[in-house]
């Protein structure tokens, strides 16, 4: 990190601040800062659903999942499309027709007050996790790569967040998103074609993307009907377009951002341009994961990415065996350009047979390297179980620390820590939203209270979210991939509120205490069903992709209701008379 750096990742960080607070001072009423004004028009909206999806996380995580396991994961959006026309024909006109402030309020029209605070219950402890998360994955990788202080970072990023979310609400988080996605992405295609312009003079972009493929990094469809597996096209068009469903139709942080749209037609546009660019924006990040890798088919990268894991075997007893693997690794690095060589050589000659030995070759050597990371991880495990030998999440800015120019790293670190900015503001948002209206406002008589009373409150609200989001950023630890952490806890809970909005929208006849029993059974079900088929197996291991989870969560909440409907009405049955 050098002064140029430092310039620009403070001046762009305190200017998002600084136009945010600027931007929406002076809220005057609680329609104008919960869904600002109504005012967002389609880009605005568009932009703002992508940034708060878009955390640190994704742009720390995707990289290195791309690295280790290809382009594959690509496949858990593919059903977001569907879920994006779905969410514009049936939940948009919905929320817009009933001028609700919160997803859940329209639950109570619908159902009951337990209801929707059960559903509101069940938002706030997964997305007030998640909260935690997008602060904390950022922190933990910066604070282990550049030496800095976990729990400072953790407080940095949270305060900042805190000031301008606060301070205007929806229309703050909406306007400092749109900068926030021109500096992520701007910073991620300088980052694409310093990669490529690293790589060999021969080797351009198909031929780099040949290397990959050569080593199955660019397996994207798997159609094979293998529930175990994380990632394959069913599990994306099923488990992903139920998460898809209830992420953006039901989670209040998504849709707080196009429920502040001028009208319905300026929501579905919004809605419609994420559908359209989403998937080829996390594929092109993945793509930068892969040509990552083949950087790396060229030059030296450590055993494990993560400092502190090398950090600590190397002062322990096991440092002269790990020692041991970081030779074989210089051996095999060396053996990987002459490979990555003969292969390039071969495909300019377009000898098929040539082509064929050499990409052999270059996966015996891949396979060896990976032999090698595992037996690294191993070392590192036994020196101290408590560090991550996960390295996934240390890749990218392992290459962004060590390779790219002064300047570009600090953009590119101000990039990281403007998604986690932009996807904690809209948490913290809806956690303050859901909290004052949906319990404090709904526990209160509105007579007694004026609106600005309610504005004060959901702003106090946020500010508590922000300081619960920063303390369980400062005890959390690392688990696996931080994306897929993210991914998993809303897996947990999200099957069962979309099961719930599903039978509000199109099952007309089940009522609410059917519904309410059903959802607490579903919820305690999809824990059971968490905890002994993927929880306590190591990763890859599962016996059921976590994916699959949101289906069954919906499809077990809309079973159970109808059972319980069912039965409740025969017992209120009058009986037949003789």
Known sequence: MGTLDWLILSGTLLFIVAYGVWKTRGSKDVDDYVKGGSESKWWTIGLSVMATQASAITFLSTPGQAFHDGMGFVQFYFGLPLAMIIICLVFVPIYHKLKVYTAYEFLENRFDVKTRSLAAILFLLQRGLAAGITIFAPSIILSAVLGWDLRTLNIIIGTLVIIYTVSGGTK??????????????????????????????????????????????????DFSFNTKSRYTFWSGITGGLFLALAYFGTDQSQVQRYLSGKSVRESQLGLIFNAIFKIPMQFFILLVGVMVFVFYQYNPSPLNFNPAATNEVMNSEYANDYKVLQQRQRELESEKVIAQNKFAIALDLKEFTAIEAAKMQVIDINRKDSTNRVAAKTLINLADDSIETNDKDYVFIHFILNNLPKGLIGLLLAVILSAAMSSTASELNALGTITALDLYKRGTSPRHFSDKHYVRVSKAFTLLWGIIAILIACIAHLFDNLIQLVNIIGSIFYGNVLGIFLLAFFFKYVKGNAVFIAAILTQILICITYYNLIHIYPAGQEKLGYLWLNFIGAALVIIFSFLFEAFDRLLKKPPIQP
């Not at 021109?182 to 080797?203: K, Q, S």
């Not at 198909?206 to 397996?219: F, R």
């Open 172 to 221: 703050a988080v909406s306007v400092t998103q749109k900068q926030q996605m021109f500096i992520i992405m701007v910073g991620m295609f300088m980052a694409f074609f310093f990669i490529l312009g690293y790589l060999p003079n021969d080797i351009g972009l198909g031929k780099a993307l040949k290397i990959a493929g050569a080593s199955d990094k660019l397996n994207i469809l």
